[in-house]
């Protein structure tokens, strides 16, 4: 079956960096358009970063030049580089694929930026 499991969430503080990983299984991944989302307690889920096929990224403006979102095709793996963490970057993260009508999630993984 489809999984898709991020990695490397955690405790850092403000100004630190944290490397998120989202390993794939079960799809052809070199296909899928890979995202990866965040969500803040009370907040609405918000598309932070997205890398196609192609290699076509784009940024939410609040994370550009701090985030750097990457992929592996030979190990099916998304990544997002975070770099200059902020503490409104404090979420909940997960990765998302997409190709045609498919949609897959990932469970998520904590990030907490605090002093």
């Known amino acids: 079956q489809v999984q898709l499991v991020e990695s490397g969430g955690g405790l850092v503080q403000p100004g630190g960096s944290l490397r998120l990983s989202c390993v794939t299984s079960?799809?052809?991944?070199?296909?899928?358009?890979m995202g990866w989302y965040r969500q803040a307690p009370g907040n609405q889920r918000e598309l932070v970063a997205i890398i196609t096929s192609s290699h076509s990224t784009d940024y939410l403006e609040s994370v550009k030049g701090r985030f750097t979102i990457s992929r592996d095709n030979a190990k099916n793996t998304v990544y997002l580089q975070m770099n200059g963490l902020k503490p409104e970057d404090t979420a909940v993260y997960s990765c998302k694929a997409d190709y045609l009508r498919n949609v897959y999630w990932g469970q998520g993984t904590q990030v907490t930026v605090s002093a």
């Open positions: 079960g799809i052809i991944f070199s296909l899928h358009r």
